[in-house]
């Protein structure tokens, strides 16, 4: 029904940026909320950042002032500006969908392939 693709992941130096990027596309009526996740190596996978459609952002704390989410609800598209990495920001970040195919429908989500970061020091 609805995929997501993701892209922007690599390698980068710490202090360094990347851009994710995640275009939501299929049988999509309405996109409630857009947002990222990432899960470390023996860790847990954690909220990173989402945006709903009307704007509203949230952040982990640890990113707080280094990650930017910014959403292009033209485009189903979310993007997530990486500023100022750091080796714990290593992780494989996913893109997630909070969306209705149908307007009857309840809300309904989907998950990126997952796009892998690494930061090293």
């Known amino acids: 029904q609805v995929q997501l693709v993701e892209s922007g992941g690599g390698l980068v130096q710490a202090g360094g940026s990347l851009r994710l990027s995640c275009a939501a596309s299929?049988?999509?009526?309405?996109?409630?909320?857009m947002g990222w996740y990432r899960q470390a190596p023996g860790k847990q996978r954690e909220l990173v950042a989402t945006?709903?459609?009307?704007?509203?952002?949230d952040y982990t704390d640890s990113v707080k002032g280094r990650f930017t989410i910014s959403r292009d609800n033209a485009k189903n598209t979310v993007y997530l500006q990486m500023n100022s990495l750091k080796p714990e920001d290593t992780a494989v970040y996913y893109c997630?969908?909070?969306?209705?195919?149908?307007?009857?429908?309840?809300?309904?989500?989907?998950w990126g392939q997952g796009t892998q970061v690494t930061v090293s020091s």
């Open positions: 945006v709903t459609s009307g704007g509203s952002t």
């Open positions: 997630n969908c909070q969306f209705k195919t149908r307007a009857w429908d309840s809300l309904a989500n989907s």
């Open positions: 299929g049988n999509i009526f309405s996109i409630n909320s």
